[in-house]
Nanobody, 126 residues
Framework: QVYLVESGGGLVQAGASLKLSCTASGGSFNTSAMAWFRQAPGKAREFVAG????????MYEESVKGRFTISRDNAERRVYLQMNTVKPEDTAVYYC???????????????????WGKGTLVTVSS
């Protein structure tokens, strides 16, 4: 069992930067693909970015490419999401997710991830 706790959310202005962190405990973190999802009010939870267990493979949702960067520190058992040039439409609860394998069956589906944090709220003001 892997337990995930997100941190780093808050209120920021459009154009600013924010870095989210996800700390994992238990389980085999180093061999687990990790991802960030987000859920805006009234909308479905959507994939944002993913990273393979080794850190060598990444995937991004189209709207965040070039602005967000996912990374991991396996020694610290942490995953990060660096968010640059944020926009009001980035406002959402951001969730950290972990898969049971180095690569998920599919990056974009919630069903590919077994472990979930409780989320951290990011609010971007215009």
């Amino acid at each position: 069992q892997v337990y995930l706790v997100e941190s780093g959310g808050g209120l920021v202005q459009a154009g600013a930067s924010l870095k989210l962190s996800c700390t994992a405990s238990g389980g085999s973190f180093n061999t687990s693909a990790m991802a960030w999802f987000r859920q805006a009010p009234g909308k479905a939870r959507e994939f944002v970015a993913g990273l393979s267990g080794s850190g060598g493979g990444t995937m991004y949702e189209e709207s965040v490419k070039g602005r967000f960067t996912i990374s991991r520190d396996n020694a610290e058992r942490r995953v990060y999401l660096q968010m640059n040039t944020v926009k009001p439409e980035d406002t959402a609860v951001y969730y950290c997710a972990g898969a049971n394998s180095p690569y998920p069956e599919t990056w974009f589906s919630r069903r590919a991830y077994t472990y979930w944090g409780k989320g951290t709220l990011v609010t971007v003001s215009s």
